[in-house]
């Protein structure tokens, strides 16, 4: 009887995986090989982890309010920024995938500088805090109560003492540390305003509204509708005391001044309104003074209630538009079949492609996969290196010297499909020679991995490789 039961629940999980919209063939794949090879296990695996889905009501919740957010682009002076954001004709179809995405247009006028590394972003981070005279608003994934989480917060209530509105969402999952600090309640008591995105109170009862691992992944922090800040790093020391033993944690964030600051504020504005019963929509009609010299950018901000393929498309049409030169780093490479295949057409094609990784990675399932994946990229005439100074955060794509993609997402299944993501997509040739210098400093800290190398593996090497990377589709 309890054979035949398990049978049919069997039957009925491979159907539903059948059915689903929006899953390509290799994932349907992976999850009916985990249903039928794991008895018991591959079931609750599926109904815990299978389906990208936050809870209906959440979802309705998060896309009413998306859709009642005032257009950035009707916001009063917005016309000459677009007019401003003077894109050369062969890079607007990058521009165009990105605002099919978070429906932002590219908008000139901006400034920016590469921080020097994570400490120095906390440094600017606290002086622009000191400086806001209105409001501020910060959005991390991860916030630890270490030194350098302890210097926003500190920042933050003294900037509530003076009046200024401060405002802070974070991940429920990555957070639950701070969040179960002493420094959370210090900066509720101190008048900043708090909300946890996605929170996980009671774990055995929130997969009955929503997959669990479903994760706000995004870095966001904007001050006073003008400053605003992107890149990989989360608020915490580089040392990440729950994974020391990888420190440090090398990370990339930009500062921008400009006009796309509003489009960040749009994006924390409808994060923080789905978890915080407060409307802030006004900051988002305030006028937007008139442009300076700056150049054009967009934000590109995906998740499981954007559409699908998102990200995966951004990135495949980058990599499709290099003429000459492409480099990318990124900790975390779980691709799809059309990442991968346009990474190698790209090698193929003459492209100088670089791709740095960490050498050693704090997901052993993630690392195997992605080694999985070298020797044909090696064949395409990909160079491959590994970073050795820590572990290489940083996520970065820089293409032909003129373009610039920098923000939270990876290159992996995980941020593809499961996780709120922010990047910013930029036109500036003298800041994507900034940021091609970084990547240069990443290089020179890394050791190239050779066809000699991947060919000298051993059979249980690849053997592990690529019997975990069959299952990518589920990391």
């Given at each position: 009887m309890l054979i035949?039961?398990?049978?049919?629940?069997?039957?009925?999980?491979?159907?539903r995986i059948l059915l689903r919209q929006h899953r390509d063939p290799a994932s349907r794949i992976a999850w009916i090989v985990v249903v039928l090879a794991l008895p018991v296990v591959?079931?609750?695996?599926?109904?815990?982890?299978?389906?990208?889905?936050?809870?209906?009501k959440r979802t309705a919740r998060l896309r009413g309010i998306h859709a009642a957010m005032p257009k950035v682009s009707q916001t009063p002076g917005w016309d000459a920024l677009i007019l401003y954001a003077d894109v050369p004709e062969l890079y607007r179809p990058l521009f165009n995938v990105g605002r099919s995405i978070s429906g932002f247009e590219p908008v000139g006028g901006n400034l920016a500088r590469l921080m020097a590394d994570s400490d120095s972003t906390i440094d600017a981070m606290v002086a622009d805090i000191e400086a806001a005279s209105d409001h501020v608003h910060v959005l991390f994934y991860i916030w630890l109560p270490d030194n350098n989480g302890a210097r926003i917060a500190e920042a933050l209530k003294r900037a509530a003492t003076r009046g200024v509105t401060c405002r802070a969402l974070v991940d429920g999952l990555g957070s639950r540390a701070l969040v179960r600090s002493r420094l959370w309640t210090e900066m509720a008591?101190?008048?900043?305003?708090l909300a946890r995105a996605l929170p996980i109170d009671h774990p055995l009862l929130r997969v009955f509204f929503g997959r669990i691992d479903l994760r706000n992944h995004r870095k966001i922090v904007v001050i006073d509708n003008w400053v605003t800040y992107c890149g990989s790093q989360n608020c915490a020391d580089p040392a990440f005391l729950p994974k020391a033993k990888y420190a440090p944690w090398v990370d990339a964030v930009m500062r921008f001044e400009g006009a796309v600051a509003r489009q960040n504020q749009s994006v924390f504005a409808s994060d923080w309104m789905t978890y915080y019963a407060e409307d802030i929509r006004d900051l988002l009609r305030q006028p937007i003074a008139a442009p300076a010299t700056g150049f054009p950018a967009q934000v590109i901000a995906s998740g499981p209630t954007v559409r699908h393929s998102a990200m995966p498309e951004m990135f495949v049409s980058l990599i499709y538009?290099?003429?000459?030169?492409?480099?990318?780093?990124?900790?975390?490479y779980v691709p799809d079949d059309a990442l991968q295949g346009a990474l190698c057409a790209a090698g193929n094609r003459g492209v100088a492609v670089t791709i740095v990784f960490p050498a050693r990675n704090d997901d052993f399932a993630v690392a195997a996969t992605s080694r999985s994946c070298y020797a044909d990229l090696l064949a395409a005439g990909v160079n491959i290196y590994e970073y050795v100074g820590g572990l290489l955060h940083t996520k970065s794509l820089t293409l032909d010297g003129q373009i610039t993609l920098i923000g939270s997402a990876n290159m992996d299944r995980r941020s593809f499909d499961l996780n709120f993501e922010n990047n910013i997509l930029l036109y500036d040739p003298a800041l994507t020679v900034e940021m091609r210098r970084r990547q240069d400093v990443y290089l020179s800290q890394s050791k190239p991995v050779t066809v000699a190398?991947?060919?000298?593996?051993?059979?249980?090497?690849?053997?592990?490789?690529?019997?975990?990377?069959?299952?990518?589709?589920?990391?």
């Amino acid at each position: 009887m309890l054979i035949t039961i398990h049978i049919l629940i069997q039957a009925g999980l491979i159907t539903r995986i059948l059915l689903r919209q929006h899953r390509d063939p290799a994932s349907r794949i992976a999850w009916i090989v985990v249903v039928l090879a794991l008895p018991v296990v591959g079931i609750v695996a599926y109904l815990l982890l299978g389906e990208t889905n936050i809870g209906a009501k959440r979802t309705a919740r998060l896309r009413g309010i998306h859709a009642a957010m005032p257009k950035v682009s009707q916001t009063p002076g917005w016309d000459a920024l677009i007019l401003y954001a003077d894109v050369p004709e062969l890079y607007r179809p990058l521009f165009n995938v990105g605002r099919s995405i978070s429906g932002f247009e590219p908008v000139g006028g901006n400034l920016a500088r590469l921080m020097a590394d994570s400490d120095s972003t906390i440094d600017a981070m606290v002086a622009d805090i000191e400086a806001a005279s209105d409001h501020v608003h910060v959005l991390f994934y991860i916030w630890l109560p270490d030194n350098n989480g302890a210097r926003i917060a500190e920042a933050l209530k003294r900037a509530a003492t003076r009046g200024v509105t401060c405002r802070a969402l974070v991940d429920g999952l990555g957070s639950r540390a701070l969040v179960r600090s002493r420094l959370w309640t210090e900066m509720a008591n101190g008048g900043v305003k708090l909300a946890r995105a996605l929170p996980i109170d009671h774990p055995l009862l929130r997969v009955f509204f929503g997959r669990i691992d479903l994760r706000n992944h995004r870095k966001i922090v904007v001050i006073d509708n003008w400053v605003t800040y992107c890149g990989s790093q989360n608020c915490a020391d580089p040392a990440f005391l729950p994974k020391a033993k990888y420190a440090p944690w090398v990370d990339a964030v930009m500062r921008f001044e400009g006009a796309v600051a509003r489009q960040n504020q749009s994006v924390f504005a409808s994060d923080w309104m789905t978890y915080y019963a407060e409307d802030i929509r006004d900051l988002l009609r305030q006028p937007i003074a008139a442009p300076a010299t700056g150049f054009p950018a967009q934000v590109i901000a995906s998740g499981p209630t954007v559409r699908h393929s998102a990200m995966p498309e951004m990135f495949v049409s980058l990599i499709y538009s290099a003429r000459h030169e492409l480099v990318i780093t990124t900790p975390y490479y779980v691709p799809d079949d059309a990442l991968q295949g346009a990474l190698c057409a790209a090698g193929n094609r003459g492209v100088a492609v670089t791709i740095v990784f960490p050498a050693r990675n704090d997901d052993f399932a993630v690392a195997a996969t992605s080694r999985s994946c070298y020797a044909d990229l090696l064949a395409a005439g990909v160079n491959i290196y590994e970073y050795v100074g820590g572990l290489l955060h940083t996520k970065s794509l820089t293409l032909d010297g003129q373009i610039t993609l920098i923000g939270s997402a990876n290159m992996d299944r995980r941020s593809f499909d499961l996780n709120f993501e922010n990047n910013i997509l930029l036109y500036d040739p003298a800041l994507t020679v900034e940021m091609r210098r970084r990547q240069d400093v990443y290089l020179s800290q890394s050791k190239p991995v050779t066809v000699a190398e991947v060919d000298a593996w051993s059979w249980w090497d690849r053997l592990r490789n690529n019997a975990l990377a069959m299952l990518g589709p589920v990391l």
